[in-house]
């Protein structure tokens, strides 16, 4: 059993960064993958990146690419996004999940979940 904790969401303008965390707590925390989505009001959860269990691969979805920094701590069990230049369309919940296959850009085959942070982009 992994649960999963985000923080580090909130309200920044257009351009700005923000870092989000995830603390996996569980035994076995670190070896899974890792991924960041997010859902905005009205839309389909969505991938951002993920991150294999070493660190030594991530993928990206294409409109983050560029923006977006996925990694992880496995001696504090924390993945990380580190979200640069944003824009008002990265308004959404983020959610991070653990799941034991990678890359996997589709949110079914992760089996642990958070809760989500907000993350809202003014212009």
């Known amino acids: 059993q992994v649960q999963l904790v985000e923080s580090g969401g909130g309200l920044v303008q257009a351009e700005g960064s923000l870092r989000l965390s995830c603390a996996a707590s569980?035994?076995?925390?670190?070896?899974?993958?890792m991924g960041w989505f997010r859902q905005a009001p009205g839309k389909e959860r969505e991938f951002v990146a993920c991150?294999?269990?070493?660190?030594?691969?991530?993928v990206y979805a294409d409109s983050v690419k560029g923006r977006f920094t996925i990694s992880r701590d496995n001696a504090k069990n924390t993945v990380y996004l580190q979200m640069s230049s944003l824009k008002p369309e990265d308004t959404a919940v983020y959610y991070c999940?653990?799941?034991?296959?990678?890359?996997?850009?589709?949110?079914?085959?992760?089996?642990?979940w958070g809760q989500g942070t907000q993350v809202t982009v003014s212009s």
């Open positions: 999940a653990a799941g034991l296959v990678f890359p996997t850009i589709r949110p079914h085959p992760y089996d642990y």
């Open positions: 991150i294999k269990w070493s660190g030594a691969s991530t």
């Open positions: 569980g035994r076995t925390a670190s070896s899974y993958a």
